[in-house]
């Protein structure tokens, strides 16, 4: 059963902002879960680009650093990415992530290990496509 719901992908012009969501409603365990987003790019890897820990701690990759804004809403347990300044390469489907398990040294997108990529629980993704 799947968990996690992205929504807010689509389409728009290079320098625009978009607002990724993730409904995580059903999902239960999300005030103390490592969090994360992971873009693929087409013919690429899928890449963690932004995580959140479980004390909240956020670590971007340098791509993204000083763009892009990972935040939670508690309450709604929804996870938002807030991108801006965008660029074609930012271009691909945008999955979130959570895992309950893996430690706060292991959820960071910042040398990262194997281990984010093995996270618990996936959404299927939303597209972004960003045109020049």
């Known amino acids: 059963q799947v968990q996690l719901s992205e929504s807010g992908g689509g389409s728009v012009q290079a320098g625009g902002s978009l607002r990724l969501s993730c409904d995580a409603s059903?999902?239960?365990?999300?005030?103390?879960?490592?969090m994360a987003w992971f873009r693929q790019a087409p013919g690429k890897q899928r890449e963690g680009i932004a995580a959140?820990?479980?004390?909240?701690?956020?670590s971007y990759i340098n791509s993204v650093k000083g763009r892009f804004t990972l935040s939670k809403d508690n309450a709604k347990k929804i996870l938002y990415l807030q991108m801006t300044d965008l660029k074609p390469e930012d271009t691909g489907t945008y999955y979130c992530a959570a895992d309950p398990y893996l430690g706060n040294a292991g959820c960071t997108v910042v040398h990262s290990t194997i281990s984010l990529y093995n996270l618990e629980s996936w959404g299927k993704g939303t597209l972004v496509t960003i045109a020049s």
């Open positions: 059903k999902y239960g365990y999300f005030d103390n879960s490592c």
């Open positions: 959140s820990d479980s004390d909240d701690k956020k």
